[in-house]
């Protein structure tokens, strides 16, 4: 099964990735996480010791060179399109918890080398993650999805957006669904987070018509407590990881309803 | 005067921008607007008419290609790496109640094809708008300010860093005060946002020693109730507005103590 995680930047895209991970390994799935939001920390939200020091594929540079025949930032150079990737995932995958992860890093735009050569070696690496894994791979992603591109977007089985109640969350989630059809993927979902109150799901509910809703997620002063203490997010809250388990059942038993 | 707001996806970027073009406005200075957050809609926070109808600068195909000499999405090709954009400021900008507005649109990345071209135009007009522009400048962008550059960065006057008090927001803060230096921009300073008792702003405070603090905003849930009927958010909350108005003359004057 392949989930992808989207929605606006501070939704808790994160938070609910890290916590589907690990109720997925509780239940015995095999599963692999991948960080692929550079302005997210899915290694620190799980846990992993020493998430700093993690080096991202993307900074990767002599495995960059090596595989796409190109030296990052270098401009108008040639490279190979589709470079070999396929024992990445068994050599640079990450384990803590029964969870396995891989970090992404950085897709580079503008400024003023071409980086074309790291960004295709990084979607050669999603796509072969998402198309060629049997486990239960968890995608933490920006709100941008277009380059997730058509062929991989097929191997998403689910791709769940996460709105809290705020307008230009909502737009985002409308625009992200859209982007989905446009490469073929058309098993959107939403998870409402951070709800402090009946009107503000209903806020949700009506603001998107026709969305499958797979659950949602109480605002809950306890995870803010957690955070600012420097606990752990992922045992903070009853109330959350409660809903987050309804959530799992949805997705894994769709047919019993929410 | 240049400012650019940067800070993690959700802190309050979008709103700070709006509220302080509109208040420097006010003030009698000439406002130039920049929304280069593709998650973001600089323009209908600000209440530009029909927001969605705005062609952003990075979907206009035909002048892409005049300008750099390649074909948006082509790979391989050859294109100008020092596109003229002079003149697109006085084409492209709008304006609504005495600010005027460009839409960035988004850097492209990943995917199959190069965007080298499109990127490249995009940055030549951020920096052509940072270095050569006489009025004040607000620049409403991502939490990746690297592509910024080394030349443009030295231009801006401020960079301020929006936080909310959440762990995550203030490790990216310190992150961007990194990628600043790393570029020449040594002028960053931090808004606190959202903040529900002195306890948050604290854990703020004392999580970025040795920053500069320009101002905290309190979390108002009439921005909430205004968002979610629909009504604009620079009139929602005379708390908000007033800390903005503090934080205005903290930029102008920085002398006279925040």
């Known amino acids: 099964m392949k989930i992808a995680i989207s929605g606006?930047?501070?939704?808790?895209?994160?938070?609910?990735?890290?916590?589907?991970?690990?109720?997925f390994a509780e239940s015995g799935y095999s599963v692999l996480a991948i960080d692929a939001d550079p302005d997210a920390n899915l290694a620190a939200t799980l846990g992993f010791p020493e998430p700093e020091k993690i080096t991202p594929i993307s900074e990767m540079k002599g495995l960059i060179e090596e595989r796409t025949g190109a030296r990052p930032g270098e401009a108008g150079g040639f490279f190979k399109l589709n470079p070999k990737v396929d024992d990445l995932p068994e050599r640079y995958a990450l384990r803590h918890n029964g969870i396995r992860l891989m970090v992404m890093g950085q897709l580079?735009?503008?400024?003023?080398?071409?980086?074309?050569p790291e960004n295709t070696l990084l979607h050669a690496l999603l796509s072969h993650l998402l198309v060629a894994r049997d486990e239960v791979v968890i995608l933490d992603?920006?709100?941008g999805i277009e380059h997730l591109g058509r062929a991989t977007?097929?191997?998403?089985d689910k791709l769940i957006v996460v709105v809290e109640p705020w307008r230009r969350a909502v737009e985002t989630a409308v625009r992200i669904d859209k982007l989905a059809h446009d490469i073929g993927l058309h098993s959107t979902a939403v998870v409402g987070n951070k709800i402090r109150s009946q009107s503000e799901k209903e806020f949700i509910v009506s603001s998107l018509p026709g969305f499958e809703?797979?659950?949602?997620?109480?605002?809950?002063?306890?995870?803010?407590?957690?955070?600012?203490?420097?606990?752990?997010?992922?045992?903070a809250s009853q109330q959350i990881t409660g809903e987050v388990s309804n959530i799992f059942h949805a997705l894994v038993s769709p047919g019993r309803g929410a």
Request: glycine share 14%; hydrophobic share 45%.
């Open 8 to 23: 606006k930047g501070g939704v808790g895209k994160t938070l609910l990735a890290a916590l589907l991970a690990r109720t």
């Open 108 to 116: 580079k735009r503008g400024g003023t080398g071409c980086y074309c």
């Open 141 to 143: 992603m920006e709100a």
């Open 153 to 156: 977007a097929s191997a998403v």
């Open 213 to 235: 809703f797979l659950g949602f997620i109480p605002y809950d002063q306890a995870l803010v407590a957690a955070d600012l203490a420097g606990r752990s997010l992922l045992d």
